[in-house]
């Protein structure tokens, strides 16, 4: 019997206490449990995200808790908190590979108990029945970009209207003297960080041959602000932050389609450019880098949507001011422990991405620049 959505004065409001974090970890635990028992990364992704996101650490060992007498323990928690549980299931789902259709049978059972649902459920099942291609239709469907239209995209600034969320735009020459033009910015800006970020790495600008899609490049503003290198494994950390900031629940496709990409690889591509490097998440440190990084989208101020905002407003500001606008509390030093750093440190960047900044100066005729970034 699924236990009802209490009214707005009913609901509790406060956060967790340690004596909830048991019974949250226990639902937990038990929903992505698969019949040979849980893998080492479920358990510390699991831990590692609640751990950062309420103080308080989960009893692995805790016992089972069927999906009734769990939801009914959340009788006083509203619609908003119950879907953020569901979606720490679906994620601890979501890194198995395969994806046994048991795990998503009881993910189901306890999202319908909660009286919740999450589009991302159904692509959990896509991938438990082998229908991968339909899963990556899915995400679009269900996910972040479900609602794209064309308004969405006036904070791209693209001369053209797009005709899907992760379209190229690679012949648009006002976009790209957009771009340009923040390189007169003067140095501390936030307009100017992201002309030596995309320097030091190669990156086009949009609205040029070779660029990413623009909405993709609204997260590279994002590697500035908060402060991500461009290694794969902080593409996940960038896009845990993006999720975990806007309070729409759609934004956790974006998660959900990174580990996807990076962890499992049950999808090919992804975002109009990224190409799957599985294995990822399981490398050590970075489960813990990724609940920080969630950690700190949480705690930005309201609900913010990354990829939706008019970046060029904010490019005259110093990047400091920037994160002090938002709210962007420092790392833990958990994180910084377990490897996260930034795009001007060493390990801020690839070897990809270093040879193709060399390759751009030689073609440009400059000295090659790293502004602080190495591989490491």
């Known amino acids: 019997m699924p236990t009802p959505l209490p009214s707005p004065d009913e609901a509790l409001r406060r956060p967790p206490d340690a004596d909830e974090v048991v019974l949250l970890g226990r639902g937990v635990l038990t929903a992505i449990s698969p019949a040979g028992g849980r893998t080492e990364l479920q358990d510390l992704l699991t831990e590692a995200m609640f751990e950062a996101m309420t103080g308080h650490r989960i009893d692995l060992s805790g016992a089972p808790i069927d999906a009734e007498a769990f939801a009914a323990g959340l009788a006083r928690r509203d619609e908003a908190f119950r879907t953020r549980i569901l979606q720490v299931m679906l994620l601890g789902a979501l890194v198995l590979?395969?994806?046994?259709?048991?795990?998503?049978?009881?993910?189901?059972?306890?999202?319908r108990a909660l009286s919740v649902d999450d589009g991302m459920l159904g692509v959990a099942r896509r991938f438990a029945a082998g229908d991968l291609g339909l899963a990556?239709?899915?995400?679009?469907?269900?996910?972040?970009?479900?609602?794209?239209?064309?308004?969405?995209?006036?904070?791209?600034?693209?001369?053209?209207?797009?005709?899907?969320?992760?379209?190229?735009?690679?012949?648009?020459?006002?976009?790209?003297?957009?771009?340009?033009?923040?390189?007169?910015?003067?140095?501390?800006?936030?307009?100017?960080?992201?002309?030596?970020?995309?320097?030091?790495?190669?990156?086009?600008?949009?609205g040029t041959p070779g660029s990413a899609p623009p909405l993709l490049a609204q997260h590279d503003w994002v590697h500035v602000v908060a402060d991500y290198g461009t290694k794969v494994e902080s593409e996940l950390e960038v896009f845990a932050f993006v999720a975990r900031a806007n309070d729409d629940p759609r934004a956790f496709s974006?998660?959900?389609?990174?580990?996807?990409?990076?962890?499992?690889?049950?999808?090919?591509?992804?975002?109009?450019?990224?190409?799957?490097?599985?294995?990822?998440?399981?490398?050590?440190?970075?489960?813990?880098?990724?609940?920080?990084?969630?950690?700190?989208?949480?705690?930005?101020e309201g609900s913010i949507d990354f990829l939706g905002l008019d970046w060029f407003e904010l490019a005259d500001l110093p990047v400091e001011e920037v994160r002090a606008?938002?709210?962007?509390?420092?790392?833990?030093?958990?994180?910084?422990?377990?490897?996260?750093?930034?795009?001007?440190?060493?390990?801020?960047?690839?070897e990809y991405q270093d040879a193709a900044g060399r390759a751009a100066a030689e073609r440009d005729g400059r000295p090659y620049e790293a502004f602080g970034a190495s591989v490491g």
């Not at 600034?157 to 390189?183: F, M």
């Not at 450019?273 to 949480?298: C, N």
């Not at 938002?326 to 960047?349: C, M, N, Q, R, T």
Request: aromatic share 10%; with cysteine.
């Open 325 to 350: 606008r938002f709210g962007v509390v420092p790392k833990s030093e958990a994180a910084l422990a377990a490897g996260s750093v930034g795009p001007w440190e060493a390990g801020g960047i690839s």
């Open 136 to 206: 990556a239709f899915d995400f679009e469907r269900n996910g972040y970009t479900a609602d794209w239209a064309s308004e969405r995209a006036s904070a791209l600034h693209t001369s053209q209207e797009l005709a899907s969320a992760w379209d190229l735009s690679v012949a648009d020459a006002d976009l790209a003297a957009r771009w340009r033009a923040l390189e007169d910015l003067p140095a501390g800006t936030l307009g100017r960080a992201i002309t030596e970020f995309y320097r030091a790495r190669g990156f086009a600008y949009p």
């Open 254 to 300: 974006l998660l959900a389609m990174v580990v996807s990409l990076f962890e499992t690889g049950y999808l090919r591509a992804g975002a109009g450019l990224f190409e799957a490097f599985p294995g990822q998440l399981s490398r050590q440190g970075v489960a813990v880098r990724l609940a920080d990084a969630m950690r700190r989208g949480a705690l930005c």
């Open 97 to 111: 590979r395969p994806l046994p259709e048991d795990v998503v049978d009881q993910v189901g059972r306890f999202a």
